[in-house]
Each structure stands twice: as C-alpha cells, then as structure tokens.
C-alpha cells in the first residue's frame, strides 16, 4: 500500500490511548492492512468521567474543520459510564452537522461502562498479556463506578505486578493475545460495534484505492 491510511484519534485518557490504538493495528492487520501501512495522530481530551467536559472539548475540536481533512479515519472514544454506548455515540453525533467533512470518516469507540472492561474481557488473553497465571473472574457486565478499574488494579497488584500506568502498558500484548474478536463481540455490543464499523471503514478505503477486499 503506497499511501498511508491516516488515523486521527481523540481520546480520553491513557487507559483508552494505548488500548484502542492497538486495537486498531489488529483489526488492520485482520483486514490484510500491514502496521506499517498505518499512521497515527494521537489527541486526548480532558474530559475524564466528565462526559459534558469531553463534548465540550469534542466542540472545539471539531470545529477546526482543517484538523481531519488530510485523515482518512477519525476515532473518537469516551467511556459509557453505564450509560450504554448507544447514547454516548448519539450524543456525540448530534454536534457533527451533514455537511461536516468529518461526517463520514468518523468511527466510535465506546466502552462501557468504562475501558478496563474491555482490558479484562478476554480472560486469557489478559492473563498471557500480561504474564499471569490466574484471571480475575468477572460478571457478564455490572454497572458500578470504578468496578472494572478496581479489579484491574487490584489483580496486578496481587500479582507482585507494580504497574506505573495502570495496566495500560500491558494492552497492545492483551490485544494481540485476543483470538476471537468475534465472540468478544458477543459479549459487549460496544466493542462490536466498534469493530464492525472499523473493518467496514478498512474494507471502504481499500475499494476506494483498488485494493482487493
């Protein structure tokens, strides 16, 4: 591929930054897009738990119209805070007009409740990523602050594991162990949707250069 596929992202913390990121690699690799083929431009927000400081923040960074026109994806992720993705998405879009040219290049990315979820879903994968002989069991999904960041941490910890971010240096190899993306789906509709609409997204832009599909 002799042109890059440009990545513009606009995410709310670290936790989502090295976790979506990677996520994206796999789904470009899955889709036959080499990594080398990709280049990304990372922006974060400073909305944290504050969905109205991120929309706030996600105006004025739409409003630079110019920011997006060279992308040719636009990844915009914020956790649901039980709230479900659905509407997190919905609010989001309603600030993007039609005639927008970030309209159609636009991707969701919505955890929820929040992205730790989505470190911890595939319990073999993370226990490969991150070197571990035991997975923190977990609900199907359980709305409660700090839930999934609490079980992330604690696990880590349990493990003799002193971990400077988080877990967020751990993702890219808890993405890379996941086998499924596909039953992952299964579990969580956000990370599903997230996915498909990625994969279309790819599939778009290589027709668009007469790539096969």
Not at 16 to 39: N, P
Not at 80 to 103: A, M, S
Not at 118 to 131: I, N, P, R
């Amino acid at each position: 591929m002799v042109d890059k596929i440009r990545i513009l992202y606009y995410l709310e913390d670290r936790a989502q930054e090295d976790f979506i990121t990677s996520l994206v690699k796999r789904v470009a690799v899955d889709e036959q897009i080499a990594e080398k083929d990709l280049k990304h431009n990372i922006r974060s927000a400073r909305g944290g738990q504050n969905i109205r400081v991120f929309i706030n923040d996600f105006k004025e960074f739409i409003k630079d119209r110019m920011t997006g026109t060279e992308s040719n994806i636009i990844i915009v992720s914020v956790d649901g805070n039980c709230e479900g993705h659905t509407d997190r998405i919905n609010k989001l879009k309603r600030h993007i007009k039609e005639n927008h040219p970030f309209k159609e290049k636009v991707v969701y990315a919505v955890p929820d409740p929040h992205i730790e979820r989505w470190y911890l879903m595939d319990q073999k994968a993370f226990k490969v990523g991150v070197g571990i002989d035991k997975a923190p069991e977990l609900p199907q999904y359980k709305c409660d602050k700090n839930y999934y960041k609490d079980i992330l941490h604690r696990t880590l910890k349990e493990s003799g594991i002193n971990s400077l971010l988080g877990g967020a240096e751990y993702a890219e190899r808890i993405v890379n162990n996941m086998e499924d993306l596909y039953s992952l789906g299964k579990q969580d509709e956000g990370f599903k949707e997230f996915v498909d609409r990625l994969k279309t997204t790819f599939r778009t832009i290589k027709r668009v250069r007469g790539l096969s599909v």
